[in-house]
């Protein structure tokens, strides 16, 4: 449960403050989503599958699961939703196959 906190609050700092810092209402609008926090969310998937390599697949996912409910309560039109939905789902797959990598190193690890 410790590390589904974590990949939730993480996933909605790093939407809200890349929101607050670049001007923007929706995080990926500013550079800086793309340059910083889409890379710092993979990163944070990896590491939880690192630590809880159990179903790693699942920290990918809750940390832009987060970012979406982040969208959801912070902005105001919802017309492009469906769309948005479909990015956070594609977006999610590197994060989740970086988790399963870690995972495995540390399986090996363990196991070596």
Same mark, same amino acid.
């Given at each position: 449960?410790?590390?589904?906190?974590? #990949? &939730?609050?993480?996933? *909605?700092?790093?939407? $809200?403050?890349? #929101?607050?810092?670049?001007? =923007?209402?929706?995080?990926?609008?500013?550079?800086?989503?793309?340059? *910083?926090?889409?890379? $710092?969310?993979?990163? &944070?998937?990896?590491?939880?599958?690192?630590?809880?390599?159990? =179903?790693?697949?699942?920290?990918?996912?809750?940390?832009? #699961?987060?970012?979406?409910?982040? &969208?959801? $309560?912070?902005?105001?039109?919802?017309?492009?939703?469906?769309?948005?939905?479909? $990015?956070? *789902?594609? &977006?999610?797959?590197? *994060?989740?196959?970086?988790?399963?990598?870690?995972?495995?190193?540390?399986?090996?690890? =363990?196991? #070596?």
């Amino acid at each position: 449960m410790f590390a589904y906190g974590i #990949a &939730l609050l993480g996933g *909605a700092l790093l939407w $809200l403050a890349t #929101a607050r810092i670049g001007g =923007k209402a929706e995080a990926w609008d500013s550079s800086l989503y793309w340059s *910083a926090t889409y890379p $710092l969310s993979v990163v &944070l998937a990896g590491c939880l599958g690192y630590w809880v390599p159990q =179903k790693p697949w699942r920290w990918g996912l809750a940390v832009m #699961a987060a970012q979406i409910v982040s &969208l959801v $309560l912070t902005d105001s039109g919802f017309g492009l939703l469906p769309l948005g939905l479909v $990015l956070f *789902a594609v &977006l999610a797959l590197p *994060a989740m196959g970086f988790a399963l990598i870690m995972a495995g190193i540390r399986l090996r690890r =363990k196991n #070596a």
